[in-house]
């Protein structure tokens, strides 16, 4: 399945894109890309969440590409340590529970949708989630 990937923020009221995240497995190990909109964003007319930069949202620091790949490269000073992940997804039967405006939901993990959202069981029915912050992951 195509896992979410997109990495948004909210603008006036509404989702944008700010960048994503591309994954690829080699030798056992996750590769991970990362693009983020720093100074401009292309112009891609009728997305569904229309791209953004960090510019554009008011950023008090948006660095220089060079910059910032010297700063990633300094952090990651040994590759060769496997680390525990800073996050995980869900599994399928899995409770979980996120914040909409008319409060907290909610449900059980179905699993993965093609699409990249996650389909979950709620009380009112199947929803298909594309963003948000999970709470009850253990």
């Given at each position: 399945?195509?896992?979410p990937n997109d990495l948004v923020a909210r603008q006036e009221g509404r989702l944008v894109k700010l960048g994503g995240?591309?994954?690829e497995m080699r030798s056992g190990r996750v590769l991970l890309g990362l693009g983020v909109n720093l100074r401009s964003a292309p112009g891609i007319p009728g997305r569904a969440i229309p791209p953004a930069c960090l510019a554009e949202l008011g950023a008090a620091w948006v660095p220089e590409p060079g910059t910032l790949a010297r700063l990633v490269l300094d952090l990651w000073d040994d590759?060769?340590?496997?680390?525990?992940?800073?996050?995980r997804w869900p599994g399928e039967g899995?409770?979980?529970a996120w914040e909409e405006e008319a409060g907290s939901v909610q449900g059980r993990c179905l699993g993965w949708e093609e699409d990249g959202r996650l389909r979950v069981e709620t009380p009112q029915g199947v929803r298909r989630l594309s963003a948000g912050d999970l709470r009850g992951l253990g």
């Open positions: 399945p195509k896992w995240i591309l994954g590759l060769s340590v496997t680390r525990p992940p800073a996050f899995e409770r979980i």
